[in-house]
C-alpha cells in the first residue's frame, strides 16, 4: 500500500517523459513477480461459495494522533457477501473445468434468482449495508441492491457462452434473454433493454417482480451485441495466418435457430429469399450472412455441424462457390471490403 502511495505521488502531475532501455530479463522478472502476486490475490478470494469481490476493512488497532486523527496500525477484514462481478471476470479467463464450478457456484449462491432465471447483481447484504455506501440505501431487488442489473447479468451470460457453457446457455435461454421473457411481466417492449429488472428479492411488493425498470440503450446493448456477434461468427470470424487473410467464422448456434420454410427479406433494399433450415445475420454491416444447416444439427457439441462450402455473390452479380472450412486470400479480403452482397455458408 504505502509502495503504491508513494508511486501515485511521484506521478500525480505526470511523467517526465525519459525513456531507458530495459533488458527482456529484467522484464520478464518484473512481470512474473506481478502475476505471481495477482494469482495469490485471486487464490485469496476463491471461497467454497465462489469468488469474494470485495471486502470491507475495520481499524483493529490504533493510535491517537494529533488534529484529532488516528493512526491505523491493524485492519481487520471482512469479507463481503458475494457479487456477480467476480464472477464475470473470473469466468472471463477461466479453464473449461474452471468455468463449470464458477458456474455452479452462482446457481447454488443467491446471486441465481430461481423464481426468474436471472442473476442478481449481489447477494443480500445483511443489517449493515447502508455501512456500505449508497448500494444500502435501496431495498434488497430494486435498482443497485440486489436487482437484476442487466448490464451486468448480460455480462455473465456473454461470459458463460465464450467459456464453453453454451448448452446451459440454451437450455435457459428463454429466461436469461428478455427478448424472449413474457412482455406481461417485463411490462415494456421486449426488444427494448431496461437498466435493471427487480428481482425476487423485492419483498415490498412481489407484483413487481421481473418488471423492466429505466429504459437503457447503453451498456446492456453492447454486452447483447457482443453475445450475438459471437453466437452467429464465434470469437475470431477474421485470422491472419501464414501470411493470409482468413474469414473463419465459428457459430455457436442451436438447431431451433434455423428456419423451417421459406422466407422473404428485404436487408438492404434488395429483395433476397432464405432457403428452409436458414439463419441469417447482416456481416460488417452491409452483407447478407445466410447459414444454412440441411441436417438441422447444433452447431456446438459433440454432433456438431461446421462452415464446409461457402457462395459468394457480388454486387455485380457474379457467382462463386469455395469449398472447405474457410475463406482465403482475396476472398476474404472482399469479404471485409464489403465487396459480396451475400455470402452463403453450407454447415455440415
Not at 93 to 99: M, Q, T
Not at 134 to 141: A, E, K, L, S, T
Not at 170 to 176: E, F, H, P
Not at 230 to 244: M, R, T, Y
Request: glycine residues 10%.
Amino acid at each position: 500500500g504505502a509502495l503504491k502511495e508513494t508511486y501515485r505521488n511521484k506521478v500525480f502531475m505526470g511523467f517526465d517523459g525519459a525513456e531507458h532501455n530495459l533488458s527482456v530479463t529484467a522484464a520478464g522478472n518484473f512481470l512474473g513477480t506481478v502475476s505471481g502476486y495477482l494469482d495469490t490475490a485471486i487464490s485469496k478470494a476463491k471461497v467454497p461459495e465462489g469468488i469474494i469481490t470485495y471486502f470491507s476493512y475495520e481499524a483493529e488497532q490504533y493510535r491517537e494522533i494529533e488534529g484529532g486523527k488516528a493512526d491505523v496500525t491493524r485492519f481487520r477484514q471482512q469479507p463481503l457477501p458475494l457479487f456477480l462481478e467476480g464472477f464475470v471476470h473470473a469466468l472471463r479467463i477461466a479453464e473449461p473445468d474452471e468455468a463449470r464450478s464458477l458456474y455452479d457456484a452462482v446457481r447454488n449462491s443467491e446471486l441465481f434468482d430461481v423464481k426468474l432465471g436471472m442473476y442478481r447483481v449481489n447477494a443480500p447484504l445483511g443489517e449493515n449495508a447502508l455501512d456500505l455506501g449508497r448500494i444500502g440505501v435501496f431495498n434488497y431487488g430494486w435498482l443497485e441492491n440486489g436487482s437484476i442489473f442487466l448490464h451486468m447479468h448480460y455480462k455473465f451470460v456473454l461470459e458463460m457462452v465464450r467459456s464453453g457453457l453454451v448448452k446451459e446457455f440454451y437450455d435457459d435461454i428463454d429466461k436469461l434473454l428478455v427478448a424472449f421473457r413474457d412482455p406481461k411481466e417485463y411490462g415494456r417492449n421486449p426488444v427494448e433493454n431496461s437498466s435493471f429488472l427487480v428481482s425476487s428479492g423485492f419483498a415490498v411488493d412481489p407484483r413487481q417482480h421481473g418488471r423492466g425498470c429505466v429504459a437503457r440503450l447503453s451498456g446492456a446493448t453492447v454486452e447483447f451485441l457482443h453475445l450475438w456477434t459471437h453466437l452467429f461468427l464465434g470469437a475470431a470470424p477474421f485470422v491472419f495466418e501464414q501470411g493470409k487473410l482468413l474469414f473463419r467464422p465459428a457459430p455457436v448456434l442451436a438447431k431451433s435457430f434455423f428456419s423451417t420454410q421459406e422466407q422473404v427479406v428485404n436487408p438492404f433494399g434488395v429483395e433476397e429469399i432464405l432457403p428452409t433450415d436458414s439463419a441469417a445475420c447482416a456481416v460488417l454491416g452491409a452483407t447478407l450472412l445466410v447459414y444454412i444447416n440441411p441436417a438441422r444439427q447444433d452447431s456446438f457439441g459433440d454432433a456438431a455441424v461446421n462452415p464446409c462450402r461457402y457462395h459468394l455473390v457480388g454486387r455485380d452479380g457474379s457467382t462463386q462457390t469455395v469449398e472447405g472450412r474457410h475463406l482465403e486470400g482475396q476472398a476474404a479480403e472482399s469479404l471485409r471490403l464489403g465487396q459480396f452482397r451475400r455470402v452463403d455458408v453450407v454447415l455440415g
